[in-house]
């Protein structure tokens, strides 16, 4: 590997697409070699904030720690992808502070399509008015200003926020040299030989059929 | 460097010497080139378990958050050394059981060696009642049943322990294979050009004079 750490960190809206994008990034970057922890939400929570609750200032709290591990994870060398909300500009701008490469992927999504999706249910019970607070309803997100990508999870596939994150990561030099090829570089660059392996290996992942 | 990831997870009496000998095998270990992290206990209260208090049921989820820290910088391909007092066996047992590569460090002192040291003034206070659930004092400390190494800080330099720790994770195979030469194998595999080589390092480090 190229023996930088790393951090992606997503940022949006509930139900926008972080965790999904996540995971598939996490998959991708692990069959490319690459050490890689996904500091997803949850899990977060559950190792590092139990007690915590969801006002701005346990919020705030809770994304600090992340921001920690996150740190942590690159200067060891590794990669790490969180998907928070992490709806303040502050505590982000805090994160970048701290994390040495900090890659900040905005997963853009109109409310109205999140609300559709809803995969947890939460956005429902925040606008019958059973959760306060609720970020996009009645608490506030503030899109990053200066992040290194938007992607807009409303208008791509799935594969194409990655490999637009995948290009992104290339063009920062974050890849390791001899993998970025087959994916991240565009076409030229790749032979038919080497597309139809990075597919079948794609396919072996179970990205594409 | 060799690639695995490991804990050194330091554990016993409160001045015990565990924070020295976690800042010198720091030191050490980033001399050699490999990432490494110091949970240091005070860091880590602050960094991820504000608002726990010292009830046995918060140190021992303080405990918990460090584990998931070293575990994933572990994972990461980096060094990861833990200096809490870590007093019950039990979640010792636990960081054993989700970090892959741990080594145990029992830094054994008795404890009134301990007292007469008091870096931080804490068994004064505690002998006179002021501070309750003190370990050693009035909490227990669970000596480790099998820990890779016991480092005896009342009979031995520092720099003596420290090569024992060396010693331990080299024979465990994790040190890189064309650093380990100089001090951790002993005198016999050491000239003197080498060995002279090592002190200036070492000096360099303020570690000898």
Redesign the interface.
């Known amino acids: 590997m190229s023996n930088k750490?790393f951090t992606v960190w997503m940022t949006g809206l509930p139900s926008s697409g972080k965790s999904t994008l996540a995971g598939l990034l996490a998959a991708e970057l692990q069959g490319r070699g690459l050490?890689v922890?996904n500091l997803d939400g949850d899990e977060v929570r559950m190792?590092?904030s139990?007690?915590?609750g969801f006002s701005k200032e346990d919020r705030d709290?809770n994304i600090?720690?992340i921001s920690?591990?996150a740190r942590?994870?690159s200067?060891?060398?590794?990669v790490a992808i969180t998907s928070a909300i992490s709806p303040y500009r502050e505590i982000r701008d805090e994160a970048r502070a701290e994390i040495a490469q900090f890659v900040e992927v905005f997963v853009s999504c109109p409310v109205e399509v999140c609300i559709q999706r809803d995969v947890k249910g939460l956005y429902k019970k925040a606008l019958a008015g059973e959760i306060k607070g609720f970020t996009g309803i009645d608490d506030p997100y503030e899109e990053p200003l200066n992040p290194e990508l938007v992607v807009h999870t409303d208008l791509e596939s799935e594969q194409e926020s990655i490999d637009n994150i995948l290009g992104t990561l290339d063009r920062l030099g974050l890849l390791p040299k001899n993998e970025t090829n087959s994916r991240a570089t565009g076409a030229s660059a790749v032979s038919d030989d080497e597309r139809e392996q990075a597919l079948t290996k794609l396919r072996g992942l179970g990205y594409v059929e």
């Open positions: 750490g050490p922890v190792r590092l139990k007690g915590l709290e600090r720690r920690y591990v942590v994870a200067d060891m060398g590794g």
